[in-house]
């Protein structure tokens, strides 16, 4: 079956420590995006890329950073300069196609917190 | 001003009511517009999207776009308990940002028996 695979469910974050989140994708989706979803509220953008070896930042990219060596794997790494990293992460990827119908489909997620 | 904004819930319903969900944007440029449900613990999926004004019809849901208003709705007919869940209304700027979408913070909906 086709879809998005996000590893690990559960994560959590010694101080000091960089991890890193796994995003894969057999959609043969050019697009993939990195949200953050605090409780109650709404996804924030984190990074996305649009192509193979290229991405941008999104409205909250300090304190993360992001690869994209192949177009089926998006890993995100939450780095030590990341003062509040307990959250919801959500991996995405869609069509990048310049059309209007392209929808984001998205992973189970990632919950992190700190230990 | 937030870029997309919902309005507040939580918003509750009766079972077989109609539960009308709204969202206003900022961008006037925006070009499509897009409905998710998220179940508690879960991650977003699509119900369905809008891009050109006036209704869109997909079995009990239906989407409305005013762009001269900057305004998209979401009706839920005959709502089931099924249907509750945060629903997430997003939009795409479009040109160059192709594909990137800003979403509101949600809204709660409660279907009671």
């Known amino acids: 079956d086709g879809g998005i695979t996000q590893s690990p469910k559960y994560l959590f974050r010694k101080e000091g420590q960089n991890v890193t989140l796994s995003c894969e994708q057999n959609?043969?989706?050019?697009?993939m995006y990195w949200y953050r979803q605090d409780p109650g509220q709404g996804l924030r953008l984190i990074y996305y890329?649009?192509?193979?070896?290229?991405?941008q930042k999104g409205d909250i990219a300090e304190g993360y950073s992001v690869s994209r060596e192949k177009k089926e794997s998006f890993p995100l790494t939450v780095t030590s300069a990341q003062k509040n990293p307990t959250a919801f992460y959500l991996c995405?990827?869609?069509?990048?196609?310049?059309?209007?119908?392209?929808?984001?489909?998205f992973g189970d997620g990632t919950r992190l917190s700190i230990l | 001003q937030k870029e997309v904004e919902q309005n507040s819930g939580p918003l509750s319903v009766p079972e077989g009511a109609i539960a009308s969900l709204n969202c206003t944007y900022s961008?006037?440029?925006?070009?499509?517009f897009f409905w998710y449900r998220q179940y508690s613990g879960k991650s977003p999926e699509l119900i369905m999207f809008?891009?050109?004004?006036g209704d869109k019809e997909d079995g009990r849901f239906t989407a409305q776009l005013n762009k001269a208003s900057q305004y998209v709705s979401l009706l839920i007919r005959d709502s089931q308990p099924s249907d509750s869940a945060t629903y997430l209304c997003?939009?795409?700027?479009?040109?160059?940002?192709?594909?990137?979408?800003?979403f509101g913070q949600g809204t709660i909906l409660t279907v009671h028996p």
């Open positions: 890329s649009q192509i193979v070896n290229d991405f």
């Open positions: 997003a939009v795409n700027a479009g040109g160059t940002s192709y594909g990137k979408l800003t």
């Open positions: 961008d006037r440029g925006s070009q499509s």
């Open positions: 809008i891009y050109s004004n």
């Open positions: 995405a990827s869609s069509i990048a196609r310049q059309t209007l119908d392209q929808p984001q489909h």
């Open positions: 959609l043969n989706h050019d697009a």
